[in-house]
């Protein structure tokens, strides 16, 4: 009798630990998922920086240069000014 019931609280503990397990391994499905979705995102995220990067650069070169352009054309135009005066 002793026997019989301990192998049916066996029993009840493994059907218990079945079901844990099959509950939880679905929320460590998901979590791997989101693992992976969320190297993805950090990838995807590098590459966006870098090209944000080069194009920072760009565009202050391309206004440093537009700046020392306008600063010749007011050179010109002061020197011209006072050179040939109106």
């Not at 503990?13 to 939880?24: G, H, K, N, P």
């Not at 929320?27 to 090209?51: G, M």
Request: charged share 30%; glycine share 2%.
């Amino acid at each position: 009798m002793k026997l019989e019931k301990s192998i049916r609280e066996l029993h009840d503990l493994f059907i218990d630990m079945a079901s844990l397990i099959e509950t939880q391994g679905e929320l460590v499905d998901r979590i791997d998922v989101n693992v992976k979705q969320t190297q993805d995102y950090v990838a995807e995220a590098r590459q966006e920086t870098k090209k944000a990067v080069v194009y920072k650069k760009k565009s202050r070169k391309y206004t440093n240069n537009n700046n020392n352009d306008n600063n010749n054309i007011l050179s010109i135009t002061l020197n011209s000014y006072y050179i040939i005066p109106l």
